[in-house]
């Protein structure tokens, strides 16, 4: 049986007119931050994945199932009521990191905000760099 595509691929989208027409100037300020930062700390430009991820670099992975692929190493989405930040999960010393964020939700890798003005940015940094810490080490191909 041929192994499905992902449905979020990195795709030719400007990420300038993706965030031109973010409709809320709060929303596409924090996006326009968020997207300075993702590309300081990780060293490489931001892609469109799929209609409406922000992504930054790229790995392969392979899970136990057998299912095997290439996402974006970190990430972020501006949608209608929040930012979605795409950090990786069950690491040792998440807990207290988000303890220190401020306002926030999570699901599993997602991490939800409604503007960065509720959170410590300097803690969401601390974040980002130790979920590509951890991306580096679970999925080691890939920029």
């Known amino acids: 049986m041929a192994q499905k595509q992902n449905k979020t691929q990195p795709t ?68 209608a009521r929040e930012t979605v930040v ?10 207290d990191i988000l303890a220190r964020l401020g306002r926030h939700r999570t699901g599993k890798s997602c991490l939800y905000i409604k503007r960065l003005a509720d959170i410590d940015q300097a803690v969401l940094e601390e974040l980002v760099v130790e979920s590509l810490a951890r991306m580096r080490e679970r999925y080691p191909d890939g920029a």
Not at 30 to 59: K, N, Y
Not at 70 to 75: A, D, E, F, Q, S
Not at 86 to 95: H, S
Request: hydrophobic share 35%.
């Open 86 to 95: 795409y950090v990786v999960d069950g690491f040792e010393g998440r807990d």
């Open 12 to 79: 030719n989208q400007s990420v300038d007119a993706y965030l031109a027409a973010v409709a809320d100037e709060t929303r596409r300020a924090d996006a326009e931050a968020l997207r300075a930062m993702m590309e300081r700390l990780t060293g490489q430009p931001a892609t469109m994945w799929g209609p409406s991820i922000v992504g930054f670099g790229e790995c392969s992975y392979r899970y136990e199932s057998g299912r095997e692929g290439r996402m974006g190493r970190t990430g972020f989405s501006p949608r």
